[in-house]
């Protein structure tokens, strides 16, 4: 895993504010006595839920790209049984439900909101269906309807995944407060820790605090959205890729 990519210029810009405070602090000797407890909470709870949310929209993202690839096969072995199906028609719908895949996955990685274009690959096999009843039997086109839903709901979740995700609001209330931090710990930790450290001390201190919670920060703006191969923990699409040929 590289850890440098949870280093970018959110990090840098942390990492100043802590420091031109800490020497601002120390050089002015600004102290305060107060407690942090609830402007901690003011990062530690969106913070919290934005991670929470991501890891979930995460989970719920695989879960759907599952459905999606059971869907495909299942379609791909309902084609393959219909006995009456010719081989050429069956590489035709083979060909239609490779071409609705790589047009999802084309939609994920660029963080495209272009369902339209998905559907109409979805409308394609629909079609097929329809205009082939006749070599597939009653009860294969029914289940075949029912893979084909199945494709439809998933790709709708994952598709909305372009445009909604954690509030955006939530994010930057998070990151501004993550900014702001430093300027009051300083002198709080100025008034608290004096004696006990040094001017080095002081300055890599509350850069720790801040490259922590940063970092945190960082690390679900990473999973925010798992589909842009950004992230070390993005989803592989690729991995998803059903075998169409059976």
Partial sequence: MNVIHYFNLRTFLALAISQVAAFVTWKYQIKLDINLMLFSLCIVFPLHFSIQAAFKRRDRALEYFSLFKAGSLALVYSFHV??????????????????LFDQLVSLLETRTHNYPSFKQH??????????????????????MIRYAKDIAESSVYLVSLVNHRTMAGMRFYGFLFILIFPILQAPILLHRLENLVSVFGFHVLLGLCSLILITLSNFQLMIEYPFDKRGVDNIQLHDFSPNLTP
């Fill in 122 to 143: 979805l409308d394609a096999v629909f079609v097929f269906i329809e205009n082939n009843r006749e070599e597939i039997s009653k009860r294969n086109v029914l289940r």
């Fill in 82 to 99: 219909a006995e009456d199906l010719d081989e050429k028609k069956k590489q035709e719908a083979n060909t239609l439900l490779k071409n």
